[in-house]
């Protein structure tokens, strides 16, 4: 069954370095996600992606956050300065677009827990 | 960003309970979806509703849109040990999904 798979799965940095995440999305889906979880809250929504740029970011999306796909396979999420607070489980998820069954689906990958010290 | 309240926050259930499960919004949603999320590991897909009105089981989930569109329930019957998790309602847009803060579910054997 296809899936999404996120590199690392846990990343331990320092404040102030540079943390770039990465996804493979399901190889035919075409909306990409990157989600966060800080331990013990909830999913919350940081930016979603298609046709190679962004569709719709959150509030925690701000100019220390960048994503990319830099080729045909890969999506990634750059945090540039990172501090404590961005310690949290990174969620990236992929749908297929068009046609009302595969709209609303989400499958997302296991997580890259980002730890920052 | 759209707030969905899910309710209750946390449940212990005894194995063999039937479990119910609520959210609600003051935004409409064109889909509800469910999700449980065990520990270390990424939501997993449940059941998908896509239209107002809409009743879907998945085995002993069952789950229904309701017809405002702005709330959801999900049940589990006759819930058994593997039950245990966390369950995220999430309501759907044309970009995004919100979720909910969360359903903890607890059974005592």
């Known amino acids: 069954e296809p899936e999404v798979t996120q590199t690392p799965s846990h990343q331990v940095t320092q404040m102030g370095q540079e943390v770039i995440l990465r996804c493979v999305p399901i190889?035919?889906?075409?909306?990409f996600y990157w989600y966060r979880q800080i331990l013990g809250q909830k999913v919350e929504f940081l930016v979603s992606?298609?046709?190679?740029?962004?569709?719709?970011k959150s509030e925690i999306f701000d100019d220390q956050f960048s994503v990319e796909r830099p080729d045909g396979s890969n999506f990634t999420l750059k945090i540039r300065s990172t501090k404590l607070e961005d310690s949290a489980m990174y969620f990236c998820a992929s749908r297929l677009a068009g046609g009302p069954v595969q709209a609303g689906e989400l499958f997302f990958g296991e997580g890259s827990r980002l730890t920052v010290l | 960003g759209q707030q969905l309240n899910q309710s209750p926050q946390s449940m212990f259930i005894q194995e063999g309970e039937d479990v119910s499960m609520n959210c609600t919004s003051s935004s409409i949603f064109n889909t509800w979806l469910w999700y449980k999320q065990e520990p270390g590991e990424g939501p997993v897909l449940l059941i998908a509703l896509y239209k107002a009105g809409e009743l879907t089981s998945n085995g002993r989930l069952t789950a229904q849109f309701g017809i405002t569109r702005k709330d959801s329930f999900l049940n589990i019957s006759a819930s058994i040990p593997s039950d245990v998790g966390i369950y995220f309602c999430?309501?759907?847009?044309?970009?995004?999904?919100?979720f909910g803060a969360g359903t903890t579910v607890t059974v005592r054997a």
């Open positions: 999430a309501g759907g847009g044309i970009y995004k999904l919100s």
């Open positions: 992606f298609y046709n190679n740029e962004i569709s719709e």
């Open positions: 190889s035919n889906h075409l909306y």
